[in-house]
């Protein structure tokens, strides 16, 4: 089944992503220090204040492992509390 992407392809900027996500600036910080597979951002250039793209592919996928994940989790309680 091929799914329709939930971000549109190509770079986003960090304040983009968070809309699309919906979460804020510092939720995202959040998920990428709780999880260090979340996709890191491209900077454009070396000051701190460079911009940062995220390549909107890798934080695709990363969602869609995160879902399956989940899923997975989610069947495995069912199945031990007999649910299945």
């Known amino acids: 089944m091929h799914r329709k992407p939930i971000l549109p392809q190509g770079l986003i900027r960090k304040v983009k992503l968070c809309q699309q996500l919906g979460i804020t ?29 995220y390549v909107v592919a890798e934080v695709e996928a990363w969602l869609q492992r995160k879902v399956a994940e989940r899923d997975v989790e989610k069947g495995a309680a069912a199945l031990i509390r007999g649910d299945a």
């Open 25 to 53: 600036a510092s939720g995202l910080d959040k998920f990428k220090k709780r999880d260090p597979s979340f996709p890191k951002p491209i900077k454009d250039g070396d000051s701190r204040q460079a911009a940062a793209y």
